[in-house]
């Protein structure tokens, strides 16, 4: 894979970075008056294509989703490698079969609950799990399948499902990205494996679990090495965060924990964690010729999507813009 492959993507792409949300259509949805007007603002953007298929504000799920599906396909057709756009479609395919999972354990149909986004088509997957024929996903997704159907089927517990699958995800999307041998696509899964680790660990010290279920649901192949998280597990959280500090995430963990002791809740290390990301993208959609900048743009859209989500949410439930605004992640542009 030639850095020099990548040319015509990274020109075509310069002209997709001037159509992302700016600072200001962002604050005028923030500071609109209700949830319709803020859906208003994005008929000025590349969402107006499919405006016409929201005909009331709270769906606008439809409307992201459309949007979501459209980039995907249009990223497909720019990138000279599509490996490259796989590790980021692979969590839809885990997602999906997730659903599908799931569904067939509690005999119900969860097919809203799909991503028309993903390596493989959801039309496969539904045919593959109705067939139960799994020949044709990749080996590691196979697995996943197999194993996470075991699991449920004998401790009978959802939960087995979602574990099982975001481990292999995450192997799937690690041995993609090494595969690559870029370092800024390896390293942003590594830091998404770090980040999940994290929270993990915040999340079963509160609810008291014991290190025997910590090592189940630990993902390997971050940067901070599992025995970290092991080791520390019987330490308080600020001993735990000293331990870090040769991983650069101690700043960003000590502000989101003063927000923990407050409420028990996530949010601020969940926004801290996505900006810490996007401050990683910026920096690679200045290299000229590779595939950064494509992988780059990728995580501003979904982070663009993302946001409009939380602005959607806060109006139409009537939450405060300044309640809104603490919440946004940083934006690419």
């Not at 497909?76 to 839809?92: A, F, G």
């Not at 699991?151 to 517990?157: I, L, M, T």
């Given at each position: 894979m030639d850095r020099m492959d990548f040319t015509q993507a990274v020109a075509r792409l310069r002209v997709l970075e001037t159509r992302l949300l700016n600072k200001a259509k962002i604050e005028r949805m923030i500071d609109s008056v209700s949830a319709e007007e803020a859906l208003k603002v994005l008929q000025e953007s590349e969402y107006s294509a499919f405006m016409s298929n929201v005909k009331?504000?709270?769906?606008?799920?439809?409307?992201?989703?459309?949007?979501?599906?459209?980039?995907?396909?249009?990223?497909?057709?720019?990138?000279?490698?599509?490996?490259?756009?796989?590790?980021?479609?692979?969590?839809?395919?885990?997602?999906?079969?997730?659903?599908?999972?799931?569904?067939?354990?509690?005999?119900?149909?969860?097919?809203?609950?799909?991503?028309?986004?993903?390596?493989e088509s959801v039309e496969k997957l539904k045919l593959y799990m109705t067939t139960g024929e799994f020949k044709e996903l990749t080996p590691l997704m196979?697995?996943?399948?197999?194993?996470?159907?075991?699991?449920?089927?004998?401790?009978?517990?959802?939960q087995k499902i979602d574990i099982i699958l975001d481990l292999y995800m995450y192997k799937d999307m690690l041995s993609r990205a090494i595969a690559t041998k870029y370092d800024f696509i390896v390293n942003y899964v590594k830091q998404n494996i770090d980040f999940i680790n994290i929270k993990t660990f915040i999340r079963l010290k509160k609810q008291e679990k014991n290190v025997k279920f910590l090592k189940e649901v630990l993902i390997e192949g971050g940067n901070i090495p599992q025995e970290v998280f092991i080791k520390s597990f019987d330490d308080s959280l600020d001993n735990f965060i000293n331990k870090l500090s040769p991983y650069n995430y101690s700043d960003m963990l000590r502000k989101s924990l003063e927000d923990f002791d407050k409420d028990g809740k996530l949010n601020i290390l969940e926004k801290l964690s996505e900006?810490?990301?996007?401050?990683?993208?910026?920096?690679?959609?200045?290299?000229?010729?590779?595939?950064?900048?494509?992988?780059?743009?990728?995580?501003?859209?979904?982070?663009?999507?993302?946001?409009?989500?939380?602005?959607?949410?806060?109006?139409?439930?009537?939450?405060?813009?300044?309640?809104?605004?603490e919440r946004l992640r940083d934006i690419y542009v």
């Open positions: 009331h504000a709270e769906d606008y799920e439809i409307l992201l989703k459309e949007e979501l599906k459209r980039v995907y396909a249009l990223m497909y057709e720019v990138s000279p490698h599509r490996q490259i756009i796989d590790i980021m479609s692979l969590k839809y395919d885990y997602h999906n079969l997730k659903v599908l999972l799931k569904g067939k354990a509690l005999n119900k149909e969860l097919y809203y609950l799909l991503m028309p986004v993903g390596t196979r697995e996943a399948l197999m194993k996470a159907e075991k699991a449920y089927h004998e401790e009978n517990d959802p900006d810490y990301v996007m401050e990683k993208a910026k920096k690679a959609k200045y290299i000229t010729f590779g595939p950064e900048p494509l992988f780059a743009y990728m995580i501003a859209k979904e982070t663009e999507i993302k946001i409009i989500r939380i602005i959607m949410v806060g109006k139409v439930n009537k939450i405060s813009p300044e309640r809104i605004r």
